[in-house]
């Protein structure tokens, strides 16, 4: 149990699926406030609250005012499903509602020390994120015990000019369109890419699915794969945020898990993935791509992503604190 008490005036209950539309309208306050890297709106919030392995019993919190509105919340993802070794923590609290932040992130650090307790000490850690401008959310952070531990860039760049010439493929190797034939193998290249990655864990078969395959923001036809002796040896995967696009006038495109197995790399596999992924793009009518890249990459992926046009817009900053 938390021990910092839930302020007077306020109802605590765990996030319903019906919560959506009222999430979405408490995220639009809190980035005309503070700014945030990404503003949902109720589908993007349904899906938040639909995310695999999320019991939302369990590890939702919202609180709620008299009236009934949701004035906070408190997300936690323990990962892996099965047996937590982590967890992670998304949580908001409105403007004019400050107060409840230290309640909401003391919930979460109760209900992560029980969701973590069958973990080896040394792997129980709580990890949130925060845009790197908003100085007030990061002092409440670092005052509540956490420390900053990574920073993720976020990039962009216009798909409708200017687009990176097409690069001549790798000897043996085809840039193929995402297929359902090559999901299993498309999963064990990113679990083989990703194996260094900071705090990076494999996916299994049931969580592929779910996570990546079945994602409604999920853009198969704009996905790419390299292929070598029937082998996915590097992935490019897209992914669309179709009603906030439509809410800001835009058309962006995400591009994500851009990855290649240790054999192929240095071979210019992601600069061609991503290139193809642009084309994609920019020939299905969207005009802008974004991305995001850990700074302190041991791959220097900032600096490809400079070489392919993306520049630099804003950091957000990954806060951990150890829970022993």
């Not at 910092?4 to 995220?27: K, V, W």
Request: glycine residues 8%; aromatic residues 6%; proline residues 7%.
């Amino acid at each position: 149990m938390p021990t910092t008490p839930l302020p007077p005036d306020y109802h605590r209950r765990p996030a319903h699926l019906e919560d959506a539309a009222s999430l979405a309208d408490l995220l639009t306050a809190v980035d005309a406030a503070e700014g945030l890297e990404e503003v949902l709106g109720p589908e993007g919030a349904r899906r938040e609250l639909s995310y695999p392995g999320l019991d939302l019993e369990r590890d939702t919190l919202v609180a709620v005012t008299p009236d009934g509105n949701i004035r906070g919340f408190a997300f936690l993802w323990l990962h892996p499903t099965g047996h937590p070794t982590r967890a992670i923590l998304w949580m908001e609290a409105h403007p004019g509602h400050l107060p409840l932040e230290p309640f909401l992130m003391d919930w979460a650090e109760a209900r992560a020390r029980q969701g973590l307790e069958q973990a080896l000490p040394a792997a129980r850690r709580l990890r949130q994120h925060v845009e790197e401008h908003r100085a007030r959310r990061r002092r409440a952070i670092e005052e509540a015990g956490y420390l900053h531990a990574r920073t993720f860039v976020e990039m962009w760049r216009r798909i409708d000019q200017d687009l990176p010439a097409e690069p001549s493929p790798s000897p043996g190797v085809e840039i193929v369109p995402w297929a359902p034939s090559l999901v299993e193998g498309a999963r064990l290249a990113a679990n083989e890419s990703f194996a260094l990655h900071w705090d990076s864990l494999p996916l299994e078969p049931e969580e592929w699915q779910q996570r990546v395959c079945a994602d409604p923001f999920f853009r198969p036809d704009l996905s790419r794969l390299a292929v070598s002796g029937g082998k996915v040896v590097a992935l490019c995967l897209a992914s669309v945020d179709a009603e906030q696009n439509a809410r800001r006038g835009v058309a962006e495109v995400w591009v994500e898990r851009v990855g290649t197995i240790l054999s192929h790399q240095r071979h210019g596999l992601a600069s061609a993935l991503v290139g193809e992924v642009l084309r994609a793009a920019a020939d299905a009518g969207f005009t802008r791509a974004g991305l995001g890249v850990d700074q302190e990459s041991t791959s220097n992926a900032t600096a490809l992503y400079e070489r392919l046009g993306f520049a630099a817009t804003r950091r957000t900053l990954a806060y951990a604190k150890d829970l022993g």
